[in-house]
Every structure is written in structure tokens, then in C-alpha cells.
């Protein structure tokens, strides 16, 4: 949201999630496209209060794979991102 890249949430009841144009959509159109629990918990963090975010339980599976999707979203929207050299660090904290 700071950085100017934030989803577009207009359509977030939608089944997919397109992250090259970073909005919600029902076609399955791109290989970019995301379904299934990855999008049901993208959705519960997008809008949510900071200090909220300890009330949300995910499983080590799906903190990780949330975290990919991020990652995935900052190299495809941010000219230059590199994953974080403390990803390992964060793999580690998740388990």
C-alpha cells in the first residue's frame, strides 16, 4: 500500500488472484493467476490493521506459501526486487 503497489480489492469475492495486474478475477486467464487457500488468506491480511494481524491463526504451510506470493508480487511490480537475503532467516522463524 506504501509503496503504490497495493491490490486492487474493488473485486476481493473474486476466485482468483491475477498478480501480474493485481486484482481479484474469476477468469483463470494467466499463468499469473492464484486460487484456492493462498487467496482465501491473501484476502484475510489485505485491509487488515497491522496490530490485528497476531488474531489471524495460519499454519507454517500456509505462511510460507503466502510469503512466496508476496515475494512474487514485489519482483513483479518493483523493477529490481530481490528476495530478502534473510528469507532463509524468515523460513526459519516460520517453523
Given at each position: 500500500k506504501f509503496l503504490g503497489i497495493y491490490p486492487d480489492t474493488t473485486d476481493i469475492d473474486k476466485n482468483y488472484f491475477d498478480l501480474v495486474n493485481g486484482v481479484f478475477t474469476n477468469n483463470n486467464s494467466s499463468k499469473g493467476c492464484y486460487a484456492g487457500r493462498n487467496i482465501i488468506v491473501l484476502k484475510k491480511f489485505l485491509g487488515?490493521?497491522?496490530?490485528?494481524?497476531?488474531?489471524?491463526?495460519?499454519?507454517?504451510?500456509?505462511?510460507?506459501?503466502?510469503?512466496?506470493?508476496?515475494?512474487?508480487?514485489?519482483?513483479?511490480?518493483?523493477?529490481g526486487f530481490k528476495p530478502p537475503n534473510a528469507l532463509n532467516i524468515l523460513h526459519e522463524v516460520f517453523d
Open positions: 487488515m490493521k497491522f496490530d490485528m494481524v497476531e488474531s489471524v491463526y495460519i499454519n507454517r504451510t500456509e505462511r510460507m506459501e503466502l510469503l512466496e506470493l508476496i515475494i512474487k508480487y514485489y519482483q513483479t511490480h518493483i523493477q
